[in-house]
């Protein structure tokens, strides 16, 4: 398998544009993840999907962040407007199992850098 | 609060010693920890997961234990190499919660 795909690696924008951050999670896991590190505050996990549902969005910032899975295969990101302050680097991650099967090990894609000017 | 601290921020050690990296939890009712190495710009690699009712893992040279009641989990590299050198993050999913929340990471310097 390729592991967690994310595109793009690096993205440079400038401040009120659209982001739209991209995932194709492990194929066969059920749960996806999406997280934000900075210097500042380290990983903080954003969002995370069971099944293509959003399950916990308690660590989305703002309403100018929103999540989306429309299939098993494929998730996404956005930030609209974009500020200067989502300046990190965003990861997604996918595991086969979640709390029920003692939680499942998560493996990590090799993020996005993102650049808001 | 929930939180992961790992002790020290930064280690240098020469080539082929044995260490220890520390990580301590608040709170023993924990589904799992799991262990992650981070080279600079890149993403993260899973190293080992430890499930609440286990005391340790074993891969290779890397050895992770677990003391709930204490609230600790070590990871062990024997024979370091310059190649470990990297940041290694610890992680834990409180039952009270359900999300991994990550330790500020140590950054290990191997030299030759």
């Known amino acids: 398998d390729a592991g967690v795909i994310q595109s793009p690696r690096h993205e440079v924008t400038e401040m009120g544009q659209e982001v739209t951050l991209r995932c194709k999670p492990i194929s066969g896991h059920d749960y996806l993840f999406w997280y934000r590190q900075t210097m500042m505050r380290g990983l903080e996990l954003l969002i995370y999907?069971?099944?293509?549902?959003?399950?916990?969005d308690s660590g989305m910032p703002e309403d100018r962040f929103s999540a989306k899975m429309p299939n098993a295969s494929f998730s996404t990101l956005k930030i609209q407007p974009s500020e200067p302050r989502d300046s990190a680097v965003y990861f997604c991650?996918?595991?086969?199992?979640?709390?029920?099967?003692?939680?499942?090990?998560?493996?990590f894609g090799p993020g996005t850098r993102l650049t808001v000017l | 609060k929930q939180e992961v601290t790992q002790i020290p921020a930064a280690l240098s050690v020469p080539e082929g010693e044995n260490l220890v990296l520390n990580c301590s939890f608040t709170d023993s009712a924990i589904y799992n920890l799991q262990w992650f190495r981070q080279d600079p710009g890149k993403g993260l690699t899973s190293l080992l997961l430890i499930q609440s009712s286990q005391r340790e893992q074993t891969s290779g040279r890397l050895n992770a234990s677990l003391d709930k009641s204490s609230g600790r989990s070590t990871l062990y590299i024997a024979a370091s190499q310059p190649g470990d050198s990297a940041t290694y993050l610890c992680?834990?999913?409180?039952?009270?919660?359900?999300?991994?929340?990550f330790g500020q990471g140590t950054e290990l310097s191997v030299k030759p």
């Open positions: 991650a996918s595991s086969l199992a979640g709390l029920a099967g003692g939680g499942g090990e998560q493996f």
């Open positions: 992680a834990v999913i409180y039952n009270q919660g359900g999300k991994l929340i």
């Open positions: 999907f069971n099944n293509n549902v959003p399950i916990d």
